[in-house]
Every structure is written in C-alpha cells, then in structure tokens.
Nanobody
Framework: QAQLEESGGGLVQPGGSLRLSCAAS????????MGWYRQAPGNQREFVAA???????NYADSVKGRFTVSRDDAQNMVYLQMNSLKAEDTAVYYC???????????????WGQGTQVTVSS
C-alpha cells in the first residue's frame, strides 16, 4: 500500500501566499503524474494543477499565473505554491498521484486526506 499526506494548509489573508506539500510513502515502485484538487463547501471536487514525471504541468484556468506545481522525485514529494490568494480559493485541497504499487505492480490512483485552506481577512 501507499499513502499520500498533505501539509501546509491554514488561514491566510487575501493576497497572501501558502505552500502546500504532499509526501508519498509506502511500497512504491514508481510515481506518475502528481497533482492537486480542491473542494469547497457545496461544490464538487475540482482539478487545480498537475505535473507529470517528465515535468510537464497544467493548471485550471482559475489558478493560472497564481499557483505553481512542482515535484521532488528523490523525496516523492509534490508541492503547490499558491500566491495572490483569493477568498474563492478557500477549500479543502487534496493531493493525488498515480502510483505503481510494489505489492501488485499495478498503477493505482491515490488520494490524500486533504488540508484546509481558508482565505479570509
């Protein structure tokens, strides 16, 4: 089994910045794409950003130019740098990753438990 654990959420004022981190651990052979989703109260979970294992990234239109996704394959980590935060960015942020399991050899989509980001004055 593998696990994803997010950290770095919290309360920030509009215009501020936060950096989310996500660590993958467990019995892992390889990790493919890693990314971030978010879910605000009353809304469906939505895509935020992702990065492939070759370093290509893509973003939701709502965060382009403000958020940056990056990864450290040596540490099995993915990050989300969030700048110029707005009230509408308030949500629970989830890390997701495609992981090849050491147990089965299969590629499986994993999710973290989520971390709360609140943007408010």
């Amino acid at each position: 089994q593998a696990q994803l654990e997010e950290s770095g959420g919290g309360l920030v004022q509009p215009g501020g910045s936060l950096r989310l981190s996500c660590a993958a651990s467990g019995r892992i052979i390889d990790i493919g794409s890693m990314g971030w989703y978010r879910q605000a109260p009353g809304n469906q979970r939505e895509f935020v950003a992702a990065i492939t294992n070759s370093g290509r990234s893509n973003y939701a239109d709502s965060v382009k130019g403000r958020f940056t996704v990056s990864r450290d394959d040596a540490q099995n980590m993915v990050y989300l740098q969030m700048n110029s935060l707005k009230a509408e960015d308030t949500a629970v942020y989830y890390c997701a990753a495609e992981i090849q399991s050491e147990i089965s050899g299969m590629w499986i989509d994993y999710w973290g438990q989520g971390t709360q980001v609140t943007v408010s004055s």
